[in-house]
């Protein structure tokens, strides 16, 4: 089995910062894409950020060039650097990672973290 657990999430003003990061645990062989998902309320879940194996990087438009993304192959883990934060930016978010184990190769889902951008 494989969890996926959040962190660094909460309240900021307009305009600051705030970092997540998400640590993959459990039988593990590999782990390929891991991402960032959100999702505001009455609104669909969305991507915000992903990134491969390798490190290549892919954002939404909407968070290009305030928010990175960053993985730490050897130890699992996965961080979201959220910087000139918007109102627009709260939303639950939640970490993705496609991981292969020795039964199966899916998709797996953190619970996700509140993120509240608020003065």
């Known amino acids: 089995q494989v969890q996926l657990v959040e962190s660094g999430g909460g309240l900021v003003q307009p305009g600051g910062s705030l970092r997540l990061s998400c640590a993959a645990s459990g039988t593990i062989l590999r782990i390929y894409d891991m991402a960032w998902y959100r999702q505001a309320p009455g609104k669909q879940r969305e991507l915000v950020a992903a990134?491969?194996?390798?490190?290549?990087?892919n954002y939404a438009d909407s968070i290009q060039g305030r928010f990175t993304i960053s993985r730490d192959n050897a130890k699992n883990t996965v961080g979201l650097q959220m910087n000139s934060l918007k109102p627009e930016d709260t939303a639950v978010y939640y970490c993705n990672a496609i991981v292969r184990t020795s039964t199966a190769y899916r998709n797996y889902w953190g619970q996700g973290t509140q993120v509240t951008v608020s003065s």
């Open positions: 990134v491969t194996s390798a490190g290549n990087t």
